[in-house]
């Protein structure tokens, strides 16, 4: 099959990875096809400018300790909501959270670098199309990837809003974790959702 339509197939959620680092060369590579994504144009200063993105590469432990401890709570608040409309799912997904050694990252799930798409407010669909061509470009590479909804919640710390240079009018898309894939748990499978047909209407 051709290599661009085989990635895009085989892109699926990863939520356990080795801790192996990865390349900064292949990072690089990855953040050029984030890059290469089409945009909106905005004016700016009297010009049509596009790429409206910048992105944030985190793999420091210390600094992503800190991410961790930030969005845990809002995780665990957000999953205690699932307990009566998905007891099951609620269930499978506690017991990997108590099975799982401190600090208990359930929501970048121990990925090696975690990868921050900053853009303006409102430029969402050009950036989301930035992550995924992160995305695809990482599985491509044999790199596992997932976009991180919980992980933009960090606005509340003041100390990753400075290191991530956030200003006003700005949002975080993605952030998308990056890392050698390793093999799943049956708990992590099971919110892995099965692919729905194509919806087509020809006219
Ligand atoms: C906007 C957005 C936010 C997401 N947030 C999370 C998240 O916080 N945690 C998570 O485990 N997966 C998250 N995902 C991944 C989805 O759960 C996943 O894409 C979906 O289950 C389909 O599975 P697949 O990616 O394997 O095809 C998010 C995906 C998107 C597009």
Redesign the pocket.
């Known amino acids: 099959m051709n290599q661009t339509i085989e990635a895009i197939m085989s ?3 990863i ?1 356990c990875y080795k801790p192996h680092p990865i390349p900064s060369d292949i990072i690089s590579t990855i953040i050029e096809a984030g890059n290469q994504a089409p945009s909106r144009g905005r004016m700016e200063e009297g010009q049509i400018l596009f790429r409206p993105w910048r992105f944030v590469v985190v793999d420091d432990p210390e600094f992503r300790l800190k991410l961790v401890q930030t969005t845990l709570p809002i995780w665990k608040r957000a999953t205690e909501g699932m307990k009566k409309v998905q007891p099951d799912m609620y269930e499978n997904i506690m017991r990997q959270y108590e099975e799982m050694e401190e600090p208990k990252d359930m ?1 970048y799930h121990c990925a090696p670098v975690i990868l921050f798409v900053i853009g303006p407010a409102d430029f969402a669909v050009s950036c989301a199309l930035s992550c995924e061509n992160i995305m695809v470009a990482a599985t491509s590479l044999g790199l596992g990837s ?6 933009a919640m960090v606005t509340g710390n003041a100390e990753v809003v400075e290191a991530l240079e956030l200003v006003e009018g700005e949002r975080i898309y993605g952030p998308i974790v990056l890392g050698y894939p390793d093999e799943e748990s049956s708990a992590l499978a099971s ?3 099965t ?1 729905k047909e194509p919806e087509i209407k020809w006219i």
């Open positions: 892109r699926r959620s939520r929501v997932f976009y991180v909804g919980f992980g919110i892995r959702p692919k």
